[in-house]
């Protein structure tokens, strides 16, 4: 089963406003990954974060990391048309649990209206 | 930057049809992936190789096999292709010690292969 769960499925928003998606996992981590999708083409990572941060940011992204939690957020701040795509997040197992492999949510389908 | 590339953007095959996928990455990558993508599912792991002649199995391997021969390039095989193997397959690679245990960092995607399997 897949690691990591996105939530919501599908978010629709105001050009202007900011987004947040969330991401919850199940097991330790190394590391954190978010990934945008545009329609139809290949995966882009967007932002590391491991499991000893708590917060990074990246131009208008910024993420948190709550391992006690098992979650992680997402937020885009004064979204543009341009951020409309899929959002997935990927989690890194922890050292010595499962093999190097990424394992990938669902993804958040976001939507910005004009 | 990193680029990665798949043969073909669009693809239709018949039942039956031995199907080859190729990826190629630039950036003398030691590990690179193969995924499948399908609405509800999200991607799915098909195989993958940390290093040149190795491979080994992700969590649906079924129907698939794999070939890596040159560092850069990484062949997914389809024997004989079904229409449940229609999808859109994802190639990924990432830099690392082959078979680290600090090698899960940052995954560069190829622009993905629609197969379309009539």
């Known amino acids: 089963s897949q690691q990591g769960e996105e939530d919501p499925q599908a978010l629709s928003i105001q050009e202007g406003e900011n987004a947040t998606m969330n991401c919850s996992y199940k097991?330790?981590?190394?590391?954190l990954q978010w990934y945008r999708q545009n329609s139809g083409r290949g995966l882009v990572h967007l932002i590391l974060?491991?499991?000893?941060?708590r917060e990074k940011h990246s131009g208008r992204l910024r993420v948190t990391l709550d391992t006690s939690k098992k979650s992680s957020s997402l937020l885009i701040t004064a979204s543009r048309a341009a951020d409309t795509a899929s959002y997935f997040c990927?989690?890194?197992?922890?050292?010595?649990?499962?093999?190097?492999?990424?394992?990938f949510g669902q993804g958040t389908r976001l939507t910005i209206n004009p | 930057d990193v680029k990665v590339t798949q043969s073909s953007r669009y693809l239709v095959k018949r039942t039956g049809e031995k199907v080859f996928l190729e990826c190629v990455q630039d950036?003398?990558?030691?590990?690179m992936f193969w995924y499948r993508q399908d609405p509800g599912l999200g991607l799915r792991l098909i195989y993958f190789?940390?290093?040149?002649?190795?491979?080994e199995k992700g969590d649906i391997p079924e129907g698939y096999s794999v070939s890596r021969e040159k560092k850069e390039r990484f062949s997914l095989i389809l024997e004989s292709a079904s229409t449940n193997q229609t999808s859109m397959y994802l190639c990924?690679?990432?830099?690392?010690?082959?078979?680290?245990?600090?090698?899960?960092?940052?995954?560069?995607f190829g622009p993905g292969t629609r197969l379309t399997v009539l």
């Open positions: 990924a690679s990432r830099s690392g010690l082959a078979g680290g245990t600090y090698s899960t960092d940052t995954q560069y």
């Open positions: 097991t330790s981590i190394n590391n």
């Open positions: 974060i491991r499991s000893n941060e």
């Open positions: 990927a989690t890194g197992p922890a050292l010595l649990q499962g093999a190097q492999k990424l394992v």
């Open positions: 950036m003398d990558h030691e590990n």
């Open positions: 190789s940390y290093d040149v002649k190795m491979k």
